[in-house]
DNA sequence: TACGCAGGTTTCCCTAAGTATACCGGTATA
DNA sequence: TATACCGGTATACTTAGGGAAACCTGCGTA
């Protein structure tokens, strides 16, 4: 059962249950990736370049190791970003975005251009 | 201060850490409105058109009433959707997609794009 | 010798999100 | 008279996400 681009473009045409089901992992998985607390900032931050895990921790005001720790991992899980580890003294640790990370840039200009336009909207009506 | 789409995707420019701030204010906006365990299969659901409360709730195999009725209270205060209540016996209460809500489509449409293509890689890869 | 830094991990705690179950008023149906 | 449907609420509970603080190893510095 395989789902097409196309369905969620002719959205007249009514999915059986479990096509509904398999359309919506993926967006599933887009927002599990780009949702929690630090995951944006973690990846603009990356945007800069290379950067230490202090410097990032410096970079995003409030937030824990632990957090930061956890949230890099899942990036990296998901080839998002790279670790590299170099043998100095005291250990150097650095992560970067890979290309495929870059691959998010539409996905996050279309949430951004949207949760724009929405601001000016409902805030404007308030 | 004013945060340009341009700043989007000329991200060699350092920003400073308030303009930072208010790039990431959207796509919170964005993401939160997505986000959540329900909310894309209501939006997915309506798509069909015009749908009863216990005709959604049908629809969406595990959503409590609670949520069903929370979820769709959030989607009418962000206007995504619109309910109809007419004096009917019993009343009978219709939601329905606003035309705005279809401006979502784009937003899920990369979001979908991605996800899929994501899936391709992550879990072909295992 | 003691302190500090890098790059984290561990533990405990609190809150927000979501689940389960029961219930409500009004109406229709057997 | 009892039961069921509609469109929800109310209450109590469990789980997931995240915060705070302490701690760890290895090394350099005063």
Same mark, same amino acid.
């Given at each position: 059962?395989?789902?097409?681009?196309?369905?969620?473009?002719?959205?007249?045409?009514?999915? !059986?249950?479990?096509?509904?089901?398999?359309?919506?992992?993926?967006?599933?998985?887009?927002?599990?990736?780009?949702?929690?607390?630090?995951?944006?900032?973690?990846?603009? !931050?990356?945007?800069?370049?290379?950067?230490?895990?202090?410097?990032?921790?410096?970079? #995003?005001?409030? #937030?824990?190791?632990?957090?930061? !720790?956890?949230?890099?991992?899942?990036?990296?899980?998901?080839?998002?970003?790279?670790?590299?580890? /170099?043998?100095?003294?005291?250990?150097?640790?650095? /992560?970067?975005?890979?290309?495929?990370?870059? !691959?998010?840039?539409?996905?996050?200009?279309?949430? /951004?251009?949207?949760?724009?336009?929405?601001?000016?909207? #409902? #805030?404007?009506?308030?």
């Amino acid at each position: 059962m395989e789902v097409k681009e196309q369905d969620l473009e002719n959205l007249q045409v009514q999915l !059986s249950p479990e096509e509904y089901v398999q359309m919506l992992l993926p967006l599933k998985d887009a927002l599990d990736i780009l949702s929690g607390k630090w995951k944006l900032q973690i990846i603009f !931050s990356l945007k800069f370049g290379r950067k230490r895990f202090k410097e990032i921790q410096r970079a #995003i005001p409030g #937030i824990s190791p632990k957090m930061l !720790s956890k949230e890099l991992k899942e990036l990296e899980i998901n080839e998002l970003a790279q670790r590299f580890v /170099y043998d100095t003294k005291p250990i150097t640790v650095e /992560y970067e975005l890979t290309d495929y990370g870059q !691959s998010l840039k539409p996905v996050v200009t279309e949430l /951004y251009k949207w949760g724009a336009a929405h601001r000016k909207r #409902i #805030i404007g009506r308030g």
